[in-house]
């Protein structure tokens, strides 16, 4: 039996929002909703270099209340220059997608530290917004790599993959996992069996001692993600949530 004055406590739930439209408008939005922590997508989302350098910017400076302060790119790819230039921009850490194997995870891990634990080149230009740069031991204690599962292979090296040193988290894209595994989006969410992948995930997270995050992109979704015990999870989409609350305005306007 567990002794509960030793056991660990479980991890808070890190909710998080999601910026999608490439703008610096639509970061220091989302960054304002309340959530614990923000993504600019530059895989799938409109975020380019330029754009992720401008919002990164917009978002810099002191902590203000109702502002997340913890900003995370997805980066295109598994590139050192691309992992590199938005770290130098002051993101907070970046989320890799495609991870495969421990040995994608471990390069992105490198990509993100500088010598000797990494391969990161130093050029960071935080000052620009006004931010101190922080020292290179600094940076990498402070960094977040959090590397994306997402395909079959990556499902079955799932437990080395969290395990890898320098990876500070493991987040499912259960869009393309799903398609990877031939299986429906719902039915993925729906598998509780404890071999099923979800939870498979969640499994070797913990047994990695790193959280296990997950989109969901609304609320059903990440209640049921919750249930599966991942604890980040992205709930508001900036390309969902605006056009609903739109919507909804509008139909209440019209109903008044």
Known sequence: MTDETTAPAPEPLHLG?????????????MAGVGADWLLLDAQHGLYDDRGVVDALGALAGPPRPGRTSQVLVRVPSNDDAWIGRALDAGASGVMVPMVEDEADA???????RYPPHGRRSRGSWVEVWGTPTPSPRAADDAVMCAVMVETRQALERVTAIARTPGVDMVFVGPYDLSLAL?????????????DGPLRRVVAACRAAGVPAG?????????QVLARHGFTWIAVAIDTVVLPAAAAS????????
Do not use: F
């Open 17 to 29: 929002a999601w910026s999608m439209l490439g703008s610096t408008a639509a970061a220091s939005i």
């Open 106 to 112: 471990a390069r992105a891990a490198r990509s993100c």
């Open 182 to 194: 031939g299986v429906e989006h719902a039915a993925l969410l729906a598998d509780e069996s404890p």
């Open 214 to 222: 997950a989109y969901a992109g609304g609320l059903d979704a990440a």
């Open 249 to 256: 305005l509008v139909s209440a306007a019209r109903d008044a």
